[in-house]
């Protein structure tokens, strides 16, 4: 019976994932003896079309593939792997019971990294695939490592741009109000409906402006928001925080028909800063307003984790349009914006914030028309 190498030594965590390709039963079974856990999981097919199939299904990190079987032989099957983007990149060591040098050409041409000739030993075979997983992933790490140095330079550049353009956009909007104050006080009543109106909306779209400044800064790091983040957060009843919230709300006027609706049971207990709470929901609510036309239905609730922790749940109904894709987006700036919902940066900074105070939030569309946020406070 074949014995592993190093036999109870861990060297590979998670397991290796391999998959064989073998039309022999014996050969099968005598390299799935080889290959045990906790250091690998191996999966086998007994053809080629099988093989392909499962390599797809499985995405392992290396094939081991017999080249003499009936039907596709080990050549046609790693062709086919090779023009497919998904699996052109998987290592596949050729088992072979051909020795000729043109085979084995033959074999590094079709795109082999190893072979190994029959009859072989199960131990030259086990460290052939354990150097080739090692390789694997010492490359995958270094190129994981070189992605994130390379995201963190650009996002340290683009937050160098923002925060730049962000400082200027808010000298020039003081002057701008600056400016409109000095004339209306200079003009005092000698201004008609009309003109006054125009002059409010001037007034209006400088205040979103340097509200969307704002939030660049606090997104670039190069302003600190006037939100403090909290230095101790204490149990909060969430219910009685959320009913104050949809109060406060209600007293402001909305272009657009809102009702708001609080399912939370009482007493359910949070550890939070109230502050930052309301801060956050106003985020959501007021880009979820700028982006409905007619109406908007706010209902909050409550649930527990896996953990029996509690997250708070915010639905959102309105007659925006959103797609199913934009879940793995949501938070990431201008992602709302680019589908023609919102501002697109009140997201991000409520996402910034809570995560900012060791909480989580998550963001799923339940239907092109309603969206629900589940905040974890931690």
């Not at 391999?18 to 080889?34: G, H, K, Q, T």
């Not at 081991?64 to 596709?72: C, H, V």
């Not at 995560?355 to 629900?372: F, H």
Request: proline share 3%; with cysteine.
């Amino acid at each position: 019976m074949a014995e592993n190498l190093d036999s109870g030594a861990v060297y590979f965590k998670p397991a290796a994932k391999i998959v064989l390709v073998d039309d022999s039963e014996l050969n099968r079974d005598f390299i799935r003896m080889a290959f045990k856990k906790p250091n690998y999981e191996i999966f086998t097919a007994a053809d080629g079309l099988e093989g392909i199939e499962l390599i797809n299904k499985m995405e392992p990190e290396l094939i081991l593939l017999d080249i003499m079987m009936p039907g596709l032989d080990g050549y046609d099957v790693a062709a086919v792997l090779k023009e497919d983007p998904k699996t052109t990149n998987i290592p596949i060591i050729f088992i072979t019971a051909l020795n000729d040098i043109q085979d084995k050409l033959k074999a590094f041409e079709a795109g082999a990294v190893d072979f190994v000739s029959k009859p072989f030993n199960h131990r030259e075979l086990i460290a052939r695939v354990k150097t080739n997983i090692e390789n694997r992933r010492l490359i995958r790490q270094k190129d994981n490592m070189m992605q994130m140095v390379m995201q963190d330079k650009r996002n340290s550049a683009i937050a160098r741009i923002a925060g730049g353009i962000s400082h200027n956009i808010n000298n020039m909007l003081s002057t701008a109000f600056g400016n409109i104050g000095l004339l209306e006080s200079l003009l005092q009543d000698k201004l008609d409906s009309t003109t006054q109106e125009a002059m409010q909306d001037v007034q209006l779209s400088l205040s979103k402006i340097q509200l969307l400044a704002k939030r660049f800064l606090v997104l670039s790091g190069h302003q600190q928001p006037t939100w403090s983040i909290a230095e101790s957060k204490v149990d909060l009843d969430i219910q009685r925080i959320v009913n104050d919230f949809i109060e406060n709300n209600r007293e402001q006027q909305s272009r657009v028909n809102t009702t708001y609706s609080n399912e939370i049971p009482e007493n359910t207990i949070v550890k939070y800063d109230t502050s930052l709470i309301f801060e956050c929901l106003q985020l959501i609510t007021q880009e979820t307003q700028d982006a409905a036309q007619e109406y908007v239905n706010f209902r909050f609730a409550s649930e527990k984790d896996e953990a029996g922790k509690t997250l708070l749940v915010l639905e959102i109904e309105s007659d925006f349009t959103l797609p199913h894709d934009i879940e793995e987006s949501i938070f990431e700036p201008f992602a709302l914006s680019a589908a023609n919902v919102g501002s697109g940066l009140a997201f991000s900074v409520a996402k910034n914030l809570i995560e900012r105070n060791g909480g989580k939030v998550t963001a799923k569309v339940l239907s092109p028309n309603c969206l629900a946020f589940r905040i974890l406070f931690e």
